[in-house]
C-alpha cells in the first residue's frame, strides 16, 4: 500500500477506492434524508477539550474492564453486518485484530463466519471476549440456537438490538436493489447464499425478526435460556434506560443504529448525558455512532460513557488490508486516544469527567459543563 493512513477519515478515503458503489453505500449510508448519520459526527465537534497543564502523564493507564476481562482502552468492535463483502476473511480477521489490539468484539448475527469460528480466530492470537448481537426473531428455536451456540463459542453477552422491529428505510438499498454477492451466507441464521438472492434485504428481515418483541416477555426469555449477560443496544432516552434497570439488564449502548434505522434521532453524543444521568451507576452504559477520533472517545467518556464502540471504521479497515487494515485502525485511534489524555492532564480513566470538555454556544463563549 502507498497510501499514507493517518487518520480514520483516511481510511474511509482508501477504503472507498477499492469497494463496490453497491457495497460502499451500503456500509456508509442512513436511512431517509441521513440527518442522523450526520448528526452523529457532528455531535462531537460541539465540545472543546480543556488541557490541563504540568502534569505528570508520564505513564498514562488507558486500560478498562469489561467482561471480565482487561482490555487495552475503552474501545470495542462493534456488530457489523455481512464483513465478507468488505474482506473475504470478513469477522476472522476483525476478531483477530481485536486479540491483537486486545479489545472486545461484537459478532453480528448476520455475520459470514460461524460464532464459533469466529471466537476462535481470536485465540490463536490471545484470549478477548465476544458479545453475539441478537434480534428478536419470529422462529423461536432459532433464535434459542443462536444463543446457545454463542455461548457455548464463549461469548460473555447478548447484545439485544431492541430499536429494529422493522428495518429503517435507506433509499440507497432500494435504489440499488442491494443484495450480499452470491456466496456470503448467513450461518448463524442458517441461511444459504440461494435463500438471500431469492428475496430482497428488506423481505428477508421481515421473514426473519419480530416486531412483536417486548421488555417483559424477551428479557425473561433470554435469563431462562442463557446465562451471558444481556445488554440492549439501541437505547435513546432515560426511560429506556430505567427500563433495562427494572427488567435486570446488565448494560445498554446508547444507540442509533449508526443512523440507518428512524431518521431524525437524537445523536447518541447528545442523548448520552441523560442516560447517564439516569442510570446513576446502577447499569453501565457503552455508546457508539459518529466515532472517529481518539479525541471523540475521549469526549464520550467525559459525557458518562464507559466504553465507546465503532463499526463503519471496522469495514473501511477491512476494505483496506483486511486484518492488518483494523489493527491499523484500532491503532489510530488507540494512539490519538492516550495523546488526548495526556494532553489534557489525564493519568488514568478516572480522571476523565465533565471539567475536561466545554461546549460551544452561537451566542458567546464556551460554556463549561
Given amino acids: 500500500m502507498t497510501d499514507k493512513i493517518l487518520s480514520i477519515a483516511d481510511l474511509e478515503e482508501a477504503a472507498s477506492r477499492v469497494l463496490p458503489r453497491q457495497v460502499k453505500e451500503f456500509f456508509n449510508a442512513g436511512a431517509t434524508n441521513q440527518v442522523t448519520l450526520h448528526d452523529n459526527s457532528a455531535a462531537y465537534r460541539k465540545y472543546r477539550l480543556l488541557p490541563r497543564v504540568l502534569k505528570d502523564v508520564s505513564n498514562v493507564n488507558t486500560k478498562i474492564h469489561l467482561f471480565d476481562n482487561e482490555i487495552s482502552f475503552p474501545l470495542c468492535a ?148 442463557s446465562n451471558m449477560e444481556i445488554w440492549i443496544k439501541g437505547v435513546l432516552t432515560p426511560e429506556d434506560v430505567e427500563m433495562a434497570i427494572e427488567y435486570g439488564c446488565d448494560g445498554v449502548i446508547i444507540s442509533n443504529h449508526g443512523g440507518r434505522q428512524l431518521d431524525e434521532t437524537p445523536a447518541t453524543l447528545d442523548a448520552l448525558p441523560a442516560c447517564a444521568k439516569a442510570a446513576r451507576g446502577r447499569i453501565r452504559i457503552h455508546v457508539d455512532g459518529g466515532i472517529r477520533s481518539g479525541s471523540d472517545i475521549f469526549k464520550a467518556l467525559a459525557l458518562g460513557a464507559e466504553c465507546c464502540w465503532v463499526g463503519r471504521p471496522v469495514l473501511w479497515g477491512l476494505a483496506h488490508d483486511g486484518q492488518k487494515g483494523v489493527e491499523l485502525m484500532l491503532q489510530i485511534l488507540f494512539d490519538e486516544f492516550k495523546r488526548c489524555m495526556q494532553l489534557t492532564g489525564c493519568k488514568t480513566i478516572s480522571d476523565i469527567g465533565p471539567a475536561s470538555l466545554a461546549v460551544v454556544r452561537a451566542d458567546g463563549p464556551l460554556a463549561r459543563l
Avoid at 428475496?199 to 424477551?218: E, K, L, P, R, Y
Fill in 78 to 225: 462493534s456488530p457489523a453486518v455481512i464483513q465478507a463483502m468488505a474482506h473475504p476473511d470478513g469477522e476472522l480477521a476483525t476478531s483477530r485484530a481485536c486479540a491483537k489490539m486486545g479489545v472486545h468484539m461484537g459478532v453480528s448475527s448476520y455475520a459470514n463466519y460461524p460464532v464459533e469460528q469466529i471466537t476462535n480466530a481470536s485465540k490463536e492470537v490471545r484470549p478477548i471476549n465476544h458479545a453475539m448481537q441478537l434480534y428478536i426473531m419470529n422462529d423461536k428455536a432459532k433464535q434459542e440456537r443462536i444463543v446457545r451456540r454463542a455461548e457455548a463459542a464463549g461469548c460473555k453477552a447478548i447484545f439485544l438490538t431492541a430499536d429494529s422491529p422493522v428495518l429503517g428505510v435507506r433509499y440507497n438499498e432500494w435504489r440499488n436493489g442491494f443484495k450480499p454477492p452470491p456466496g456470503l451466507g448467513y450461518p448463524m441464521y442458517e441461511r444459504s447464499s440461494e435463500w438471500i438472492q431469492s428475496q430482497s434485504h428488506d423481505d428477508g428481515f421481515t421473514a426473519s425478526n419480530s416486531d412483536s418483541h417486548s421488555w417483559a416477555v424477551d428479557i425473561p426469555w433470554l435469563r431462562r435460556v
